[in-house]
């Protein structure tokens, strides 16, 4: 049986395929349009569904996957009419039969702009009613947050557990929580218009950040913040409650994250203007309010999580939706006592319900449980023969060796800066050592170098490190296995000296842990780093240029070579480097000699 599942008309248009449970592959359509999220601004004139010939004010076009899909069946060496069940993550029939609880949207439009709303969703329907009858398949709507929690429940491969999923906003929830012991039961919903999702995409436009996106800019900057200057208003917007949390949402909702005529009000109710710049946004007081409403996210979070584990005996918890994807809230749970398994699915965030749809609609078809997730690299993979042949038509000098781990960890090992493209790339918004840029840890001038010259982003943005799994326990200070980066941990003081290029101001890292069965090239990478430096892990920040997505296929790793302050690329088994050595015979410089500052 194949399922196809698919995440779209909102941000990160995905498309998951299974064959009997087993997942064959999974595609985020940004990879493919480079833009991120699959969202953006059509410029000029257009004609949309509901025929206008002009883009509306704040209108941004939401993609469907359909490179991600032509790319899924392509890999499954099927086509469109193998489809048995299209499973969809939304049920746009509850919204639309209970919009007047959709809040606070149907309140704030005017009536015109309700009706639109709900012609658009009936449109969308249609789309997807007439995807499926090419198909010929079996058209199925997945609740979205028993989407997420399918995603979790089944990519964790856990037999019971309670789940918890936080996000902007589902049908008419925001967060819902309950367990799993062989079906689903959820506990409790928290419904719109509280949303912890929504209070942290307000506070991230506040701060002059793009919501819904640069999230993890916020998460970044509150390490640099004291939480108590702006508390008492954060606890007021924003508080735990015996039936989850409540917010204030005239606080919270406006143009800036959602489509209503409504001024942003964050900044009326903290009284300092938003938007600050570049230079100021590392300041007092902003640096506060990123603090502040940290901290007050991680303490409903924690209490969302007390009544999860509440509901079941399990010490067990997954956890998602887009919040799930804040790691220094996440690393928080990890610090408790009464949880023994923490699982966050890579993509945490709607990319994933894509794989949670098509997870849940097998588990009702069949009975039976899909299989669990055990790596993150369902995307495109290239053979060496497809890489050469490329390298050879853009006439690029390169060399050809039989274990470009040991080419990448020398260079490393001399300071170099290194693209690192291997294999199938990585679902989620994280580079777990497929699609990455890697530098020496344990030289801090490499978090400089990195941030300013070769992503060129905000100075005080943290990176991660890849750390060797049977590695972890000298370098974290909680001992636990965080194979998708979406855990923050304190370093003990090895690696805080080690990994110094990867720690935060507040001595935590977002590591990833490696393994030699999830991703063996990776692995040798960082044993022949070790075996040259002493050091089991690398600095790993994601192949991409500022505002571009990950890198998904050569041509782009390619370009982000030339185009940043790289100083090689190890793309399958062949060797880039900027800059041929001037030692050597010219046949050598010819290929590209590797550097050595």
Not at 136 to 163: C, D, K, M, Q
Not at 202 to 220: I, N, W, Y
Not at 520 to 541: E, S
Request: one cysteine or more; proline letters at 6%.
């Amino acid at each position: 049986m194949w399922i196809l599942g698919l995440s779209c008309f909102r941000d990160d248009a995905t498309a998951a395929l299974l064959k009997d449970g087993a997942v064959v592959g999974i595609s985020e359509e940004e990879r493919f349009l480079r833009v991120k999220h699959a969202v953006e601004r059509p410029s000029g004139i257009f004609v949309s569904s509901l025929g206008e010939s002009e883009a509306l004010d704040g209108f941004e076009l939401r993609y469907f996957p359909e490179q991600s899909i032509n790319y899924l069946l392509s890999e499954a060496e099927i086509g469109l009419t193998d489809v048995d069940i299209v499973a969809y993550d939304f049920d746009f029939d509850r919204r639309i039969r209970q919009w007047d609880r959709f809040l606070p949207v149907s309140e704030l439009a005017s009536a015109r702009q309700n009706e639109q709303s709900v012609a658009a969703l009936r449109y969308w329907q249609r789309m997807l009613a007439d995807f499926a009858e090419r198909c010929g398949a079996r058209l199925e709507y997945v609740p979205h947050h028993l989407a997420h929690a399918s995603g979790t429940v089944f990519g964790s491969g856990y037999r019971e557990t309670a789940f918890l999923v936080m996000d902007a906003l589902g049908e008419l929830e925001s967060s819902t929580f309950g367990y799993f012991d062989g079906d689903f039961h959820v506990a409790r919903q928290v419904a719109l218009p509280h949303s912890l999702g929504i209070f942290y995409a307000a506070v991230t436009s506040f701060l002059g950040f793009r919501p819904f996106s640069d999230e993890q800019k916020t998460m970044g900057l509150a390490a640099y913040g004291d939480p108590a200057v702006f508390a008492a208003d954060f606890g007021r917007i924003l508080h735990p409650a015996a039936d989850g949390f409540a917010t204030d949402p005239d606080a919270m909702w406006g143009s800036d994250v959602i489509e209503m005529d409504r001024p942003p009000p964050l900044a009326g109710v903290l009284g300092v203007p938003a938007g600050p710049s570049a230079a100021e946004v590392c300041r007092p007081p902003y640096t506060h309010v990123a603090a502040a409403s940290q901290q007050v996210l991680e303490r409903v979070v924690n209490h969302l999580a007390d009544q999860a584990l509440a509901t079941t005996r399990s010490r067990r918890l997954c956890l998602a939706g887009g919040v799930a994807l804040n790691c220094a809230a996440n690393g928080t749970l990890l610090r408790r006592g009464d949880i023994d398994e923490l699982y966050v699915q890579p993509q945490a965030g709607d990319s994933g319900t894509a794989l949670g749809a098509a997870y849940y609609a097998h588990f009702r078809a069949s009975g039976s449980r899909p299989e669990p997730l055990p790596h993150a690299y369902w995307g495109p993979g290239y053979t060496g023969g497809e890489v050469q042949a490329l390298l050879d038509r853009l006439k690029l000098p390169y060399r050809r060796i039989e274990q470009p781990w040991d080419a990448a960890a020398e260079l490393l090992a001399d300071g170099n800066i290194v693209g690192w493209f291997q294999g199938r790339s990585e679902c989620g918004p994280r580079a777990l050592g497929n699609r990455s840029i890697l530098a020496h840890p344990g030289d801090v001038a490499n978090r400089h170098r990195m941030n300013m010259v070769v992503k060129d982003r905000e100075w005080w943005r943290p990176f991660a490190a890849s750390v060797l799994d049977e590695q972890r326990s000298r370098y974290l200070a909680i001992d636990t296995p965080s194979p998708f980066m979406l855990l923050t941990i304190p370093l003990t003081e090895l690696g805080r000296r080690d990994l110094a290029a990867a720690a935060h101001t507040d001595g935590t890292t977002r590591p990833q842990t490696v393994s030699a069965a999830a991703n063996p090239r990776y692995h040798r990478l960082i044993r022949a780093f070790q075996d040259r430096t002493g050091i089991g892990a690398v600095l790993n920040t994601s192949l991409n240029v500022k505002s571009e997505p990950i890198a998904n296929d050569p041509v782009h790793a390619i370009s982000d070579l030339y185009t940043t302050a790289m100083d090689a690329l190890v793309i399958e088994d062949f060797v880039l480097v900027k800059q041929p050595s001037p030692a050597g015979p010219p046949e050598h410089r010819a290929a590209g000699a590797m550097v050595r500052p």
